[in-house]
């Protein structure tokens, strides 16, 4: 395990000699376009937890939404790590990289080097990091992209669709027939549909013509 001081070095943070529990230091990153600044935060409040954060802009705080979309698209999707912190060092990870969930104690080493490769501005480094971290961590979210597509859907996402009462479908289905008792679909995701059959007197004069 990797001691919290070597472990926020790596990530980026400049004078981590001095950094302790209780501590929240900023590395500033100034981009030389608009939107494309960002702060670093290394928040050592909790003891037991260091968070290393990724926020656009240079305010160190979040940005109204209206703000966050004038910003570069990879800024856009959330970059955040919680490390567990075990007797001063690093022992455990959760989070995201690039809006794509990583976790876990093989993961440790390669989020460091995701932060410290941004705090150099070296983002062909980091996205291949964030991409390699996710596939690591065998994410199933949806990618940087706020609206998932279609072939993107996992069964976390297809599921929660289906909760809510929205039928996710790839292929064009053909215009249903309408029917006086027509199914409607409920938490499963659809119902059996009920025969319809015509009344026996209207049968009998079909049958007699």
Same mark, same amino acid.
């Given at each position: 395990m990797t001691?919290?001081?070597?472990?926020?070095?790596?990530a980026?943070? +400049? +004078?981590?000699?001095s950094? =302790?529990?209780g501590d929240?230091?900023m !590395?500033?990153?100034?981009?030389?376009k608009?939107?494309?600044?960002?702060? *670093?935060?290394?928040? !050592?409040?909790?003891?037991?937890?260091?968070?290393?954060?990724?926020?656009?802009?240079l305010?160190? @705080?979040?940005?109204?939404?209206?703000? %966050?979309?004038k910003? /570069?698209?990879?800024?856009? /999707?959330?970059?955040?790590?919680?490390?567990?912190?075990n007797?001063?060092?690093?022992?455990?990870?959760?989070? =995201? %990289? %690039?809006?794509?969930?990583?976790?876990?104690?093989?993961?440790?080493? @390669?989020?460091?080097e $995701?932060?410290?490769?941004?705090?150099?501005?070296?983002?062909n @480094?980091?996205?291949?990091?964030?991409?390699d971290?996710a596939?690591?961590?065998?994410?199933?979210?949806?990618?940087?992209s706020? *609206?998932? $597509?279609?072939?993107?859907?996992?069964?976390?996402?297809?599921? $929660?669709?289906?909760?809510?009462?929205k039928? *996710?479908?790839?292929?064009?289905a053909?215009?249903?027939?309408?029917?006086?008792?027509?199914?409607? $679909?409920?938490?499963?995701?659809?119902?059996?549909? =009920?025969?319809?059959?015509?009344?026996?007197?209207?049968?009998?004069?079909?049958?007699d013509?």
């Open positions: 001691s919290v001081l070597e472990y926020v070095q790596k980026g943070l +400049d +004078d981590s000699e950094f =302790k529990a929240v230091k !590395h500033y990153s100034i981009g030389e608009e939107g494309t600044s960002y702060v *670093i935060s290394y928040d !050592h409040r909790d003891e037991k937890i260091v968070k290393v954060k990724l926020i656009p802009g305010t160190g @705080k979040e940005l109204p939404l209206k703000e %966050l979309q910003c /570069a698209v990879w800024l856009q /999707a959330p970059s955040h790590v919680d490390l567990y912190v007797d001063n060092r690093v022992d455990d990870m959760r989070g =995201k %990289l %690039l809006g794509k969930e990583v976790g876990g104690k093989e993961l440790i080493e @390669k989020v460091g $995701f932060f410290g490769a941004l705090k150099n501005r070296n983002f @480094k980091a996205m291949a990091l964030a991409v971290a596939k690591v961590a065998k994410a199933i979210l949806p990618t940087i706020r *609206i998932p $597509f279609a072939s993107e859907l996992t069964g976390r996402t297809r599921a $929660f669709a289906a909760a809510a009462g039928v *996710i479908q790839n292929t064009v053909p215009a249903p027939v309408a029917l006086t008792n027509a199914p409607s $679909f409920g938490m499963g995701g659809s119902t059996a549909k =009920k025969m319809v059959t015509a009344p026996p007197s209207k049968k009998k004069k079909e049958a013509a």
